[in-house]
T-cell receptor, first 113, second 111 residues
Framework: DGGITQSPKYLFRKEGQNVTLSCEQN?????MYWYRQDPGQGLRLIYY???????QKGDIAEGYSVSREKKESFPLTVTSAQKNPTAFYLC????????????FGPGTRLTVL | RKEVEQDPGPFNVPEGATVAFNCTYS??????FFWYRQDCRKEPKLLMS???SGNEDGRFTAQLNRASQYISLLIRDSKLSDSATYLC????????????FGAGTRLFVKA
């Protein structure tokens, strides 16, 4: 079955540590995205990539970094520079230049202790 | 003004009721529109796309009013399983990086 996987499902981090969230898709989509969701708020775009070896900052990129070395993988690193990293992180993919319909992974819930 | 605005609710309705959600968007150049459903602590999933001519999928009907810049979702004969948050989503061009998600409207359907 085609889909998007994210790991881990839950992640706990101490302040000052960097952590990397995994996102893998086998939908053969060119475009991939990372969103952050906080209670009562809409999804906010962190980074996106429209093609391998290329990515762009979204609305809230500060304190995050990404890479796109393979079409199917788009890992997100939450660095110690991110002031308030506790949130629900969602990875999505879509056809490049499509109508905008996006397919989401199950998410990673990050808690900073 | 937010780019996409929804009434956060919650809407509390009995089983069998009809409930309607509205969503307004600020950018008149927006090109495509969607409703997503998100269950508690889960990822959003596409419920339906919204077309100018309106579209229906079983108990769900979505409509777009470009002149007034709003979209709506109507749920007829509500089921307990319809309890979720419904996200209004607007895409302002080709490519998902111009996709704006509303904060969602929470629906509770009671027995």
């Amino acid at each position: 079955d085609g889909g998007i996987t994210q790991s881990p499902k839950y992640l706990f981090r101490k302040e000052g540590q960097n952590v990397t969230l995994s996102c893998e898709q086998n939908l053969n989509h060119d475009a991939m995205y990372w969103y952050r969701q906080d209670p009562g708020q809409g999804l906010r775009l962190i980074y996106y990539s429209q093609i391998v070896n290329d990515f762009q900052k979204g609305d809230i990129a500060e304190g995050y970094s990404v890479s796109r070395e393979k079409k199917e993988s788009f890992p997100l690193t939450v660095t110690s520079a991110q002031k308030n990293p506790t949130a629900f992180y969602l990875c999505a993919s879509s056809e490049r230049g499509g109508s905008g319909e996006q397919f989401f992974g199950p998410g990673t819930r990050l808690t900073v202790l | 003004r937010k780019e996409v605005e929804q009434d956060p609710g919650p809407f509390n309705v009995p089983e069998g009721a009809t409930v309607a959600f509205n969503c307004t968007y600020s950018n008149s150049a927006s090109q495509s529109f969607f409703w997503y459903r998100q269950d508690c602590r889960k990822e959003p999933k596409l419920l339906m796309s919204v077309y100018s001519s309106g579209n229906e999928d079983g108990r769900f009907t979505a409509q777009l009013n470009r002149a007034s810049q709003y979209i709506s979702l109507l749920i007829r004969d509500s089921k307990l399983s319809d309890s979720a948050t419904y996200l209004c989503v607007v895409n302002m061009g080709t490519g998902g990086f111009k996709t704006i998600f509303g904060a969602g409207t929470r629906l509770f359907v009671k027995a």
